[in-house]
């Protein structure tokens, strides 16, 4: 038996079956197109409309063939054996009814046996109980009975569910030697040991499942097939486990090196290597084809996949952020299979780095938490509850938890803590339909029927705002219906179309149908099925019937304005990339009449001078006037000629490009303006963040733009008017007011602080007996106005047990303020204010005067106050 790489497996399956008449398609999204899957977890995946017959497959081929990747978390647990792993390749090749049993089992005997030279005495084959059929193909092709086995429904029959597609399956399995078994005599396929390795399952659907329970025959009989290809690597690597074949060996070395520990000489060690060399995949792969981490759905799987891979580096002693080594390795050993990686490289890394850093803050944060619950413990246990709450709240691995509370001689209940744990499995069970079956699920629908009936909807509104069309189908109330009559609304499905339904962020059209019979308004456009366009609408008069003739007209003026905005999103997506870096990917848009609103990934909010620079390189780019070229190609060729491929998006084999000039080329369905100059000018109307890692612009074109330039205008020219200064005053003016308002409200706070009980008391306590007999207050105070430094005296003088006299003195922002002053009793006593003022202020470099009564000055230099108020104090006390 010949030793192969992974990557020579992958290549000489895909070939074998090219040759055999199947067309060779490119692995689908992480991102279903299914809403009852969480993740691609299967190959058939992306055949689910070729088997529900809503898309045929090219005539000139017999089927399909893929290596699809995969994610699945549901036995995440068990990542890290020999076997598990949450992301892996499935080898898959499909019919819809163009080949069956006969041929799949033969080619399954070839490609094992010739192909890749599998000796055929280790081979031996699982089928359903009653699967006779399949018995005698296995045996026909010389496969001895001794080798075949029987199982039932549980293991060699497959279903979508309780009804639906259906069939009988048979297993490949490739014997490891009794050295891996479990020594039973009775050991054999099924066995739950390592001898017998299912590597291959052929799935034959021929059957309905009825709902009594009784299996109709299928109109065409499928084939669904998966291959494991980590595991048939490691067949034909000689290896008993995934992680020592060629991909997953050379991540476990950039384990190793981090760590440097040694792998195969730890079994703790090894688990956490091997945990954190597939997870590092799955992320990897994740953020490529547009998950982000996040708190619910795939970014929530995501984030505790990245969590659980920085657990166990830490667990063997590798610190701070890591995980881009890994990216790096991934690249290398897959990125000329899957262009993505290489593509996103970027991206994947600075989302990656920025996540580890927010993990770094989340442990601290767990610290913290753990050392308040050992601070407050009753006893010598800490409970289930809390070392759950570290696990799953702040990423603290258990194992760690019982490290830090051994240091302190506290025990944790694990029993507790495996309670928790057993309520999280089952949310999360219930939450995840089983893998494949669950993209069988949706089987059926009214709009699913629909589509099956009459067939997709012609498209023509690229070109066209115009256009006849029949009545092909009803829908009301999510039932089939006849007709609508005046003021009833529904779902109106034609056989051509110029209404562009709701897709990629652009909203559907509105407009009219025009018949002999009705006016019917469309209210909104939607495809709830891939190529069924539903018109969403009310009968404004009259009444529209299944098969009458009707012209659809599409709200130009409307449609004008979207694609206006379509563009200039694509438009001011390239002008990101260049200011901001490579790194920026969409993540997601609104584009309507009135508005348009772009998400893209960057790691910080940008600065207005950034903001102000991607306005500027947009705007240059739209009033260049440079006509748009639409056209289709394949995708393999426009990834080739550099087309920006949207993030998370998924694409067939024949691709629309949208090209800007050289500025922009992008794939996109959408429609679009002739020449950029029709946006007239894109205006950014806010930036802000909208969860980790992601930013939002909102901004308007062409009419929306002047609407929204006139408004600023106008509040500029009220402004102006209230302040009473030009238009282009109004920044300077406001800061000024701005700067005075702020001074206000700082003296008004210190006068207010110094003429409290506290302040005034203060003062009080510091009165001195002056040589006239009566009571002076010679003081530095904080309050610096002179208008307030009076109110301060009126208030003293209103406390003053006794009549007196003042002498204070303030730093007024780097100018001296001075004010002395006297009750009629302390002036009768022979205290003269204008004689103090005029004796202490050249102290502070200033002058001033003034009555007995009161006198102020001001001076430069506020070294002086203090030698002021010694001045003071001599010549009164």
């Not at 891996?180 to 799935?203: A, I, T």
């Not at 929530?300 to 390795?329: C, S, T, W």
């Not at 619950?373 to 509850?385: R, V, Y």
Request: proline share 3%.
């Amino acid at each position: 038996m010949k030793y192969m790489t992974t990557a020579e497996i992958r290549e000489k399956y895909l070939a074998f079956f090219e040759e055999k008449g199947c067309k060779r398609m490119p692995s689908s999204s992480l991102i279903p197109d299914d809403p009852s899957l969480l993740l691609t977890s299967a190959g058939m995946v992306q055949f689910k409309p070729y088997f529900l017959h809503q898309k045929e497959l090219d005539p000139a081929y017999i089927g399909t063939t893929t290596a699809q990747k995969c994610v699945r978390t549901n036995d995440i647990d068990n990542i890290g054996d020999a076997r598990h792993l949450s992301f892996f390749e499935m080898m898959g090749n499909f019919s819809f009814g163009k080949y069956f049993k006969n041929e799949m089992c033969a080619w399954a005997f070839e490609f094992s046996t010739e192909v890749l030279g599998l000796p055929a005495e280790k081979l031996y084959f699982t089928v359903f109980e009653d699967d006779d059929e399949t018995i005698e193909i296995w045996k026909s092709l010389g496969v001895p009975e001794d080798h075949i086995s029987r199982l039932g429904e549980d293991d060699n029959f497959w279903r979508a569910g309780p009804t639906g597609p259906c069939g009988p399956c048979s297993e490949i399995y490739f014997d490891q030697g009794p050295e891996v078994g479990c020594g039973s005599p009775d050991c054999k396929p099924g066995c739950d040991c390592d001898r017998y390795l299912e590597f291959w399952n052929c799935v034959f659907t021929q059957f309905d499942g009825q709902e009594d329970g009784t299996l109709a025959p299928l109109l065409t009989k499928n084939i669904d097939t998966g291959m494991g290809l980590e595991r048939i690597a490691a067949i034909m690597q000689g290896v008993t486990n995934n992680y020592d074949t060629d991909v997953l060996r050379s991540l476990v070395g950039v384990g190793e090196r981090l760590s440097g520990k040694t792998y195969k000489q730890d079994a703790e060690v090894d688990k956490s290597l091997r945990i954190i060399a597939d997870h590092s995949r799955s992320v990897t792969f994740m953020i490529a084809d547009g998950i982000l981490p996040s708190n619910e759905g795939r970014g929530y799987v995501l984030r505790r996949l990245l969590r659980r891979a920085i657990q166990k580096a830490h667990m063997i002693g590798i610190e701070g952020p890591f995980l881009n080594d890994y990216v790096d390795e991934i690249v290398e050993l897959m990125g000329s299979v899957y262009p993505e990686v290489v593509e996103n490289r970027e991206l994947i890394r600075r989302v990656i780095l920025s996540e580890e850093e927010r993990f770094g803050a989340t442990l601290r944060q767990g610290q913290v938490f753990l050392a308040e619950a050992l601070d407050k413990l009753e006893g010598d246990t800490l409970s289930g509850e809390e070392a759950f709450t570290l696990h799953d709240t702040y990423g603290f691995p258990v194992e760690v938890t019982e490290e830090m509370c051994a240091d302190r001689n506290v025990k944790v209940d694990m029993e507790g803590f495996e309670r928790c744990m057993d309520k999280q499995r089952e949310r999360a069970r219930a939450a995840n339909t089983k893998d494949a079956e669950a993209a069988w699920s949706t089987y059926g629908g009214i709009h699913a029927d629909v589509l099956k009936e009459v067939g997709a909807t012609e498209f023509v509104g690229y070109s066209e705002l115009e256009c006849a069309a029949k009545v092909v189908a009803i829908i009301a109330n999510g039932e089939r219906a006849d007709k609508l009559s005046a003021g009833e609304e529904g779902e109106i499905v034609l056989d051509t179309t110029t209404f562009y339904a709701e897709m990629g962020g652009e909203v559907g059209d509105t407009g009219t149908l025009r018949g002999v019979n009705a006016e019917v308004e469309v209210l909104d456009t939607k495809a709830p099925e891939k190529g069924l366009v539903c018109h969403k609408a009310k009968v404004a008069s009259g009444t529209i019937a299944v098969g009458d003739e009707v012209t659809a007209v599409v709200d130009g003026a409307r449609r004008a304005r979207i694609t206006r905005n379509h563009t200039a999103t694509h438009i001011l997506h390239a002008a990101l990339r260049r200011v901001l870096g490579d790194h920026v990917k969409q993540a997601g848009s609104y584009v309507g009449p009135d508005r348009l609103r772009f998400d893209f990934t960057h790691f910080e909010a940008t600065t207005p001078e950034q903001l102000a620079e991607v306005e500027r390189v947009a705007n240059e780019e739209i009033m260049s006037a440079v006509s748009t070229n639409i056209y289709e190609t394949s995708l393999d060729a426009a990834r080739e000629s550099g087309v920006t491929a949207l993030f998370g998006e998924k694409y067939g084999d024949v691709v629309r490009v949208v090209e800007c000039g050289e500025f922009s080329r992008e794939l996109c369905g959408g429609c679009h303006v002739a020449n950029t100059a029709e946006i007239g000018l894109v205006k950014i109307t806010s930036e802000t963040g909208v969860g980790a890692n992601l930013r939002r612009i909102e901004a308007v074109t062409s009419f929306g733009a002047l609407e929204y330039v006139n408004k600023v205008e106008a509040e500029l020219k009220e402004t102006a008017a209230e302040l009473r200064v030009p238009l282009f005053d109004v920044s300077e003016r406001t800061a000024a007011n701005m700067k005075a308002l702020k001074e206000f409200q700082k003296n008004r706070k210190a006068a207010k602080t110094a003429i409290s009980d506290d302040g005034v008391n203060m003062l009080l306590s510091a009165a001195k007996q002056a040589q006239g007999g009566y009571p002076v207050i010679i003081s530095r105070v904080k309050i610096a106005q002179p208008g307030a430094m009076r109110n301060m005296w009126d208030v003293v003088r209103a406390r003053m047990e006794t009549p007196g006299a003042v002498v204070l003195v303030a730093d007024n922002d780097g100018k001296a303020t001075l004010l002395a002053a006297g009750t009629d009793e302390a002036v009768a006593a022979g205290f003269n204010a204008g004689a103090v003022i005029k004796e202490i202020a050249p102290c502070v470099k200033g002058g001033g005067g003034g009555k007995p009564a009161m006198a102020q000055a001001g001076g430069k230099d506020v070294s002086g106050i203090d030698a002021a108020l010694e001045s003071a104090r001599k010549m009164l006390l």
